[in-house]
């Protein structure tokens, strides 16, 4: 249905193919969140994965580290229009973390200190599609973006990257979270723009 | 609003808008008003995306709060000329009365203020704080204008920092709102730069023991609604929950980068 808008030619006429549609490219790095940003420091910082038994796999912010941190350069998209190519992060491979779990179940709720969630596929996390990240731009993650820790799941919707991580509880179904409880889509695949329901 | 209303509110789809009237709102910004014939109405707060097309296929994509609410079709927004933006001064300097654009919308579900219920027993009406700097005031704003159209005796209260008189948004409603209107409001306006003639308050960017002195205390336990640049909103985020805020009564949308 689109249509040509009269008068507007737009800025840049060499499209970088790796910007999925509907996205422009920005050099800052904006902040979308929900609330106020909590403060954790690494010494109070856990992680835990929770499975339908109730059995809990913990880590501390050393136990974290001691898994292995690896180096990373990555493009990530908001779903407010914005993509960063090329941006150097640093995490655990969730691989890693869930090496000892085991569960029947396909989907995760990924819980953030403060409150927040957000639910995904297991097969959007394994296989090294996701981390947990600690650092980004060669430094630690500022509280703004998340830190100390925070998920990455770049090949989905930053949203879906879920800020002050602090644990991941398995679910039998793709229950929203709560993103996708206010209007963005259950996935979030930037290049098919699921970006509502 | 009635139920069916709220709930196609929820409807989110591509429709049409034509452009029926545009002016500068400040030296910087442009109010446009769009009528979009497919619109289902949108709830104070919400946002939509407007999406540009090139005479080669080429599209831009943007977000932009909307300054109306209601079950009409008539839909406003307040842009902010960005200088180095693409979108932001096509629309400001280039889009014209009778021109169309593609809109994706209403969005949102979060970042929304409804009025209490009418017909029920109400419970104790939650105050309402909301905080915006700069064009952070437009969805504030809708929320302003539809307590103001619903009458409700909800407390509210807007705390508006602005550079200086000619950039503050919608003066005139925002004057009437807080005078005329029958819900109460309250109006603090905070600038930055420069104040009017004789302006008692004093200059500069927002502190601590400011917003202390103007926002509703949190022995009130307001909503509070926060809209603007992203270190202004981190900031004054801060500030509310160190204050006595409890963080999950605060709503916060931001734009740009952080410092």
């Known amino acids: 249905m689109s249509f040509i808008t009269r008068g507007f030619s737009g800025r840049s006429r060499d499209r970088d193919p790796r910007l999925p549609p509907g996205q422009t490219l920005v050099d800052d790095w904006p902040v979308l969140s929900a609330g106020a940003t909590p403060r954790i420091d690494t010494e109070e910082w856990s992680f835990r994965i929770v499975d339908e038994t109730g059995a809990k796999h913990e880590w501390n912010w050393d136990e974290l580290l001691a898994l292995g941190v ?128 | 609003m009635r139920v069916a209303d709220r709930l196609a509110a929820h409807r989110t789809g591509w429709h049409v808008g034509e452009v029926v009237a545009a002016a500068m709102e400040t030296p910087l910004s442009r109010r446009i008003e769009l009528e979009v014939p497919t619109w289902p109405g949108n709830e104070a707060g919400a946002h939509l995306d407007i999406r540009l097309t090139a005479p080669d296929g080429y599209q831009a994509s943007r977000a932009y709060s909307l300054a109306s609410s209601g079950p009409g079709t008539h839909v ?120 009017p003639e004789g302006w008692p308050a004093p200059i500069g960017r927002i502190t601590r023991e400011r917003l202390a002195e103007l926002a509703i205390p949190p022995a009130d336990d307001p909503t509070i609604f926060l809209c603007g640049p992203t270190p202004f909103v981190e900031m004054v985020a801060m500030w509310l929950v160190e204050l006595g805020h409890a963080p999950e009564r605060i709503r916060a949308e931001r734009f740009g980068g952080a410092a």
Request: proline share 8%; charged share 25%.
């Open chain 1, 70 to 197: 690896e180096d990373l350069t990555l493009d990530i998209h908001c779903v407010t229009h914005w993509t960063k190519l090329d941006m150097p992060w640093r995490g655990v491979s969730l691989d890693k973390l869930f090496e000892d779990v085991e569960s029947q179940h396909d989907y995760v709720m990924a819980h953030s200190y403060g409150g927040y969630t957000t639910n995904l596929a297991l097969e959007d996390l394994l296989d090294g599609k996701a981390w947990i990240a600690t650092e980004a731009d060669g430094e630690p993650l500022s509280p703004e973006h998340g830190g100390p820790a925070r998920l990455l799941v770049p090949h989905l919707y930053f949203w879906k990257s879920a800020k002050w991580i602090r644990g991941l509880v398995m679910q039998p179904r793709d229950d929203p979270g709560f993103w996708e409880q206010n209007g963005y889509h259950l996935h979030g695949d930037p290049w098919l723009e699921e970006r509502y329901w």
């Open chain 2, 76 to 195: 406003t927004l307040v842009v902010d000329r960005m200088e180095y933006g693409e979108v932001s001064p096509f629309l400001v300097d280039e889009l014209a009365v009778g021109d169309r654009i593609e809109l994706h919308g209403p969005l949102g579900a979060f970042f929304i203020w409804r009025p209490p219920m009418t017909g029920t027993a109400p419970a104790a009406p939650m105050p309402v704080q909301l905080i915006g700097a700069g064009s952070g005031v437009v969805p504030l704003f809708a929320m302003v204008d539809a307590h103001a159209h619903a009458g409700d005796a909800t407390e509210f209260r807007l705390l508006y920092s602005v550079r200086d008189p000619e950039h503050v948004f919608f003066r005139a409603e925002l004057e009437a709102a807080a005078r005329d209107c029958p819900g109460p409001l309250r109006l603090d306006l905070l600038y930055t730069r420069q104040g």
